[in-house]
């Protein structure tokens, strides 16, 4: 697989829409659903053991947030590319964006990326991701049924040799409204460490989707963030969705934001 990261002609890389028509006002985003590293970036120098690892997707994302759709009846939209080929989640002036290093690993095929290369990742992967949400969010609002923005991510139990006691995250941007009502109901489920703003907040700069898409339309939004060996495996996707699909609704009940 090559690692040259100045490769041309890549593919156009769309995100998948599933249960578009769903009832519930929730629209589930899941912008590092996939470790895939197709042609022609290849797996840009990484071993097999690092295109598995958290650097490149958010493992156990789409299970949940597939999980969570179902169970509430929601639209889910997840990209299909690695974050390390270009993070839908960060904006193309962001180093994150197509990263150097990610954690303590180097990314080889991301060393050297020239402008060109920059662009046609950018048009390959991000516009259309952003495009399709933007159309997403816009015809829900032109249908009159304004959307709550939710997206699903997950984080290591350890990072940078320290462990994390936060095992669910919940994340604002400029609107904390849904962020803490989520939190009020998760803490009193009592069955998570559920904590505001970690490990990572708006100022880490995680919440590129929330102020491009949400953020403008003045629609509902929060990050959610599980930590990974919670959701290890396909069980332990469902036992999560099933645990959180009463919080995420009480908290939507909660601030009648499910008009």
């Known amino acids: 697989m090559r690692a040259d990261a100045n490769s041309d002609a890549p593919g156009n890389h769309p995100p998948v829409i599933e249960n578009e028509t769903g009832a519930s006002p929730v629209i589930f985003v899941c912008e590092h659903a996939s470790n895939a590293m197709p042609e022609p970036w290849g797996n840009l120098g990484l071993t097999p053991e690092q295109t598995r690892a958290h650097i490149a997707w958010d493992p156990g994302a789409l299970g949940l947030a597939r999980g969570l759709a179902q169970r509430l009846d929601a639209t889910l939209i997840h990209a299909t590319v690695s974050r390390l080929i270009y993070d839908c989640n960060r904006a193309p002036d962001m180093p994150g964006a197509m990263p150097l290093r990610s954690e303590v690993h180097d990314i080889p095929g991301n060393a050297q990326i020239d402008a060109n290369a920059r662009l046609a990742r950018t048009r390959a992967v991000y516009l259309p991701w952003a495009n399709a949400l933007h159309n997403l969010i816009a015809t829900r609002i032109a249908q009159g049924r304004r959307p709550t923005i939710i997206t699903i991510h997950s984080f290591t139990p350890v990072f940078h040799g320290k462990p994390r ?3 669910f995250g919940i994340i604002h941007d400029a609107d904390p409204q849904l962020a803490q009502a989520i939190l009020t109901a998760a803490r009193a489920q009592g069955r998570l460490n559920a904590q ?3 490990p990572y907040s708006a100022a880490d700069d995680v919440t590129h989707t929330l102020r491009l898409h949400a953020t403008p339309y003045g629609l509902p939004n929060a990050m959610l963030e599980l930590r990974n060996d919670l959701i290890a495996d ?7 969705a099933d645990s959180l699909a009463p919080v995420l609704a009480a908290a939507l009940g909660a601030k009648d934001l499910a008009a």
């Not at 396909?234 to 036992?239: F, I, T």
Request: aromatic fraction near 0%; glycine fraction near 0%; charge should be negative.
């Open 234 to 240: 396909s069980a332990a996707e469902a036992a999560m």
């Open 165 to 167: 006691s936060v095992e």
């Open 196 to 198: 505001l703003n970690e």
